[in-house]
């Protein structure tokens, strides 16, 4: 099983950006479909976006819609998410997902779905 370590995370004020990025160390990299979730003290982890292994469609939850673009770079094992526009809302621990060859049109949200997640970087949007 391979790991994933994230870093870009920070504090910022309402409406910076920040970009976050995933390196991967498994060997079939480009057969994972690759996730960013988030969890803010006290809620849930939820999906944030999501990038296809086969066909690169992009998938995102309708509150970062517009305003996040998720990435990736199979030659440099690495997934990315551009965060603009941020709010304080967005504070978070966010963590980055590998989901093995799901089919094509497909992709999932759930947390149980992924097979290995990084350790996870914090974000912090002060208003």
């Known amino acids: 099983q391979g790991q994933l370590v994230e870093s870009g995370g920070g504090l910022v004020r309402t409406g910076e950006s920040l970009r976050l990025s995933c390196v991967g160390s498994e060997y079939s990299f480009r057969t994972y479909s690759m996730g960013w979730f988030r969890q803010a003290p006290g809620k849930e982890r939820e999906f944030v976006a999501a990038?296809?292994?086969?066909?690169?469609?992009?998938y995102y939850a309708d509150s970062v819609k517009g305003r996040f673009i998720i990435s990736r770079d199979n030659v440099e094992k690495t997934v990315y998410l551009q965060m603009n526009s941020l709010k304080p809302e967005d504070t978070a621990v966010y963590y980055c997902?590998?989901?093995?060859?799901?089919?094509?049109?497909?992709?999932?949200?759930?947390?149980?779905?992924?097979?290995?997640w990084g350790q996870g970087t914090q974000v912090t949007v002060s208003s």
């Open positions: 990038i296809h292994w086969s066909d690169g469609k992009l």
């Open positions: 997902a590998a989901d093995w060859a799901p089919p094509r049109n497909y992709y999932s949200n759930r947390v149980p779905d992924y097979d290995y």
